[in-house]
């Protein structure tokens, strides 16, 4: 596995890429407290400048979580392409009109009574320290890669891993 630890332009299209194909992750706040709250999220989008976007309800655990401590660490995982990122970062919380018409889903319908729901919240998570794992060429050449190793009985040195840092 090497390592390619990437920065700015590079390392917001490594976190768009990964978290919007990933699209779930484990949003985890109170950091300090174990077990660690977590729960799966569904991101919005991936901003320009790496900033990850969620819709969430003003009376739930998260959000009032947050209040009280902004820092949130988030998980997500593409087992099919064998892509993880793991992003440690600050979250906000936003009612105003304008960031709930621009950040609105219709699929939000299923938990909200439409855009002008008065628990509909946006938050914005600013990446801090985000760390990827990811495959150069797919996961179809890793697993020829390893069912190759098993059957010759010569270790695999994982060469088509790459992991790093992304720092925005």
């Not at 976190?15 to 919007?20: F, T, Y």
């Not at 998980?75 to 009109?97: E, P």
Request: net charge negative.
């Amino acid at each position: 596995m090497s390592t390619q630890n990437l920065t700015h332009l590079e390392a917001i299209k490594k976190i768009k890429e990964l978290s919007e194909k990933a699209r779930i992750c484990m949003f985890c706040t109170e950091l300090d407290v174990t077990p660690i709250n977590s729960r799966p999220m569904g991101l919005q989008e991936t901003d320009d400048s790496g900033n990850l976007w969620f819709i969430s309800s003003a009376d739930s655990n998260k959000n009032f979580e947050i209040k009280e401590d902004r820092r949130v660490q988030l998980f997500f995982m593409n087992n099919g392409d064998s892509q993880y990122l793991s992003v440690y970062g600050t979250a906000s919380v936003y009612k105003d009109k304008a960031t709930i018409e621009e950040k609105w889903s219709p699929i939000a319908k299923a938990w909200f009574d439409g855009k002008d729901d008065p628990n509909v919240t946006i938050i914005r998570v600013e990446p801090k320290e985000t760390y990827y794992w990811d495959t150069k060429a797919g996961k179809l050449v890793s697993l020829l890669s390893f069912a190759a190793s098993a059957i010759t009985g010569i270790k695999t040195n994982n060469s088509d891993g790459v992991e790093g840092t992304a720092s925005v």
